[in-house]
């Protein structure tokens, strides 16, 4: 008995001793490529073989993309200058109020992006009220000079992370004002200039007050809270200002234009059980096309470029003006510095194209100067707006576009992918 259990062992060892050797030598032959980068986590399922090859070119993206480009230093310096606002001491809301320009929604050069921030700053507060549109908590304030701004509570402190869905949580306050940089960065200029600001609720806010907002302030102790009006808005949600009695927020310039609203073709069920059709269908674009122009797509795909690095998985609408995609609520980005939702670059794998222009500018931001220039655009106004965590998980993301392009060059060529004259 004792002798047959002696030979199972030695036998079940040498079996074992076998095995290992095969899978060393076969784990780690000489023609195994290197790994840089970790696969995502796929939480939904969605398209993993396009999610394996996308991570194959970033394996192997070439080292243009990793250092910084010099044709890039001219174009730095006009953004800078852009925040700069003691470059230009014109009356900013004459220009803005008649600014009609192909190029931009608001002015975005010579000093005037600097002055329309200040502006939005330090402008005088005549009278605050609900905001009711919407799914979150904003106030609009009117200035003294009849300008009308959103504002967006904080919720969050910079070093917070959001952990669940890509839409879980709150709006970012700091979401909203790095998107508008980032977008700047970018040259995507058709989005809503935005900053942080302060508001004292005892002297800015309950003087001027409309009865709507003071119905919706509770007393939390010696604080004045407020749950506001709003589809998820409820009275044991507050935002309470802080020692000083101040409130932080994002100030957005109100758009008082004339928008048509869409469905966005990539938009979420917002239920984790249920998946879109474009999650499941690698060919779901072939139906987007037939809806939509070259045009509109290809800046819908632009726009998809600006959620991922930003890392907004909620677009579900998006407005057009003057056939224009806008860049608005850009809330819930800036949650999870360690995440990559690699699904949001869906319009640009999915349908392989991009224009020439935006592809010529991105590889201009390669080696660290998209974050670099959006650093030095918002120290103009002495804010942070983002931890250096979130700063380096974009500049990882803009590899992670580069890579993605290289897929679409890779599989269809680049005259295909590179749509000339848009």
Not at 251 to 258: A, E, G, M, R
Not at 260 to 280: D, G, L
Request: glycine letters at 6%; charged letters at 25%; hydrophobic letters at 40%.
């Amino acid at each position: 008995m004792s002798l047959n259990y002696a030979f199972t062992f030695s036998l079940f060892l040498i079996i074992l001793v076998v095995l290992n050797l095969y899978f060393f030598y076969t784990l780690n032959g000489v023609n195994k490529k290197p790994t840089y980068f970790n696969l995502p986590k796929l939480r939904s399922h969605p398209l993993p073989d396009v999610f394996t090859e996308i991570f194959e070119y970033l394996n192997y993206l070439p080292s243009k993309y990793k250092s910084r480009n010099n044709k890039f230093n001219l174009i730095r310096s006009n953004l800078i200058s852009s925040f700069n606002s003691s470059v230009s001491k014109n009356n900013v809301w004459d220009i803005t109020d008649n600014w009609i320009n192909e190029a931009s929604l608001f002015p975005h050069k010579d000093g005037l992006p600097g002055q329309i921030i200040q502006a939005l700053r330090q402008g005088e507060i005549a009278l605050v009220d609900n905001a009711p549109k919407g799914t979150q908590l904003k106030l609009l304030l009117l200035l003294k000079d009849k300008r009308k701004i959103f504002f967006k509570p904080k919720r969050y402190n910079l070093d917070d992370i959001i952990h669940g869905t890509i839409y879980s949580g709150f709006d970012r306050h700091n979401s909203e004002v790095f998107a508008y940089y980032l977008a700047m960065a970018l040259n995507f200029t058709w989005v809503a200039p935005a900053a942080i600001r302060r508001i004292h609720v005892e002297r800015d806010v309950v003087p001027v007050a409309t009865p709507g907002l003071k119905r919706t302030m509770l007393r939390n102790g010696s604080s004045l809270c407020i749950y506001g009006k709003c589809f998820y808005c409820k009275s044991n949600e507050t935002v309470c200002p802080d020692k000083k009695g101040e409130l932080e927020g994002a100030v957005i310039l109100y758009l008082d234009k004339h928008f048509r609203q869409y469905k966005y073709p990539w938009k979420r069920s917002y239920n984790t059980k249920v998946q879109m059709e474009w999650e499941r269908n690698n060919d779901f674009c072939k139906k987007v096309i037939l809806t939509l122009s070259t045009r509109r797509l290809l800046n819908l795909i632009d726009v998809s470029i600006f959620d991922f690095l930003l890392q907004n998985g909620d677009r579900h609408d998006y407005e057009v003006y003057r056939d224009k995609v806008i860049l608005l609520d850009n809330g819930k980005g800036l949650g999870n510095p360690t995440a990559d939702e690699l699904d949001i670059l869906a319009p640009l794998y999915q349908c392989c194209m991009l224009s020439s222009s935006t592809w010529q500018y991105l590889e201009l931001l390669a080696g660290g100067s998209l974050t670099d220039v959006i650093k030095i655009m918002a120290a103009f106004q002495g804010e942070t707006l983002a931890t250096e965590d979130h700063y380096r998980a974009v500049e990882r993301r803009l590899l992670k576009v580069y890579a993605t392009v290289q897929y679409c060059i890779g599989k269809h060529g680049s005259a295909k992918v590179i749509k000339l004259g848009f």
